[in-house]
């Protein structure tokens, strides 16, 4: 059957000689793979469509929900610019494995094409990267079932001021002081910092805007953020080892 999507190129893989495979977020299809014939060999008609993070229209046959073959494709966005910066490049890969580990095929769809593209648009437009995959790692952790708790306490059910909750990774959300013994590790959170994970938590990426964040606040996030995926996650991404990486030498 010929299938016509749009989708984003989230990895490729050499396959034979001069062959690529393909792996997409679609709007309408769900995540698939697909074979590129070609595609690697010297003026390869193909060869830009298969980069990472191209937004474009595909056509290409498949049988019974396997592996497609391309027949046809257009760029719609090519998002050249994140591809040739180190520092976006990374928090691009780092979205796309993100979505392609976390999510399956079935799961994905409109959505989250949308919040993907919406995320890359935003690292191209120049906003706040540490901003933008935090936003993306809270959609992904409410898509997987671990949405973390931060209206009332996890344990007694109770709201308190802001001041006295702390947040446990482990757990999935806000404790508050006379609760912090069920996670004696749960971290410290400033107010201002739990404001803005609640609005992480509600936002659509596509509605992000230009967020100015204090850099201690920043830091703060990233901790938790950080400490929420390697808990309920628990991957192990190629691309966040470099992220690592890059903010260890302050590139």
Same mark, same amino acid.
């Not at 059957?1 to 984003?8: A, F, K």
């Not at 890059?246 to 590139?251: E, P, Q, R, S, T």
């Given at each position: ?8 190129v989230l990895r490729n893989m050499d396959y034979g000689e001069g062959n690529a495979?393909?792996? %997409?977020? /679609?709007? #309408? *299809? +769900? ?15 193909? @060869? ?18 396997? %592996?497609? /073959?391309? #027949? *046809? +494709? ?15 490049? @990374? ?143 628990g991957l192990r991404l190629k691309s966040q080892g470099f992220l690592d990486q ?6």
């Open positions: 059957m010929l299938h016509r999507v749009e989708g984003i495979i393909i792996t %997409l977020c /679609t709007e #309408n *299809a +769900g995540k698939v793979g697909v074979l590129v014939r070609g595609a690697k060999k010297v003026r390869s008609r193909h @060869a830009a469509l298969i980069q990472p993070f191209t937004v474009g229209e595909f056509v290409f046959f498949r049988n019974n929900g396997g %592996l497609g /073959t391309l #027949n *046809a +494709g257009e760029i719609t966005q090519s998002h050249h610019a994140l591809r040739g910066d180190l520092y976006l490049a @990374a928090y691009a890969s780092y979205a796309c494995e993100l979505l392609d580990r976390v999510l399956h095929d079935e799961e994905t769809g409109s959505f989250w094409f949308r919040q993907l593209n919406a995320c890359l648009e935003a690292l191209e437009d120049g906003k706040e990267p540490g901003v933008i995959i935090n936003v993306f790692e809270m959609k992904i952790l409410q898509a997987a079932g671990y949405g973390p708790q931060l209206d009332t306490c996890l344990a007694c059910g109770q709201e308190r001021p802001d001041e006295q909750l702390r947040i446990s990774p482990r757990l999935g959300g806000v404790l508050c002081r006379a609760c912090s013994h069920n996670d004696p590790p749960a971290l410290e959170i400033s107010p201002r910092a739990l404001k803005l994970l609640r609005l992480y938590a509600a936002l659509d990426l596509t509605r992000l805007g230009n967020v100015s964040i204090k850099e201690e606040t920043q830091a703060e996030l990233k901790k938790i953020m950080r400490s929420f995926m390697d808990m309920q996650l890059l903010d260890k030498y302050n590139i």
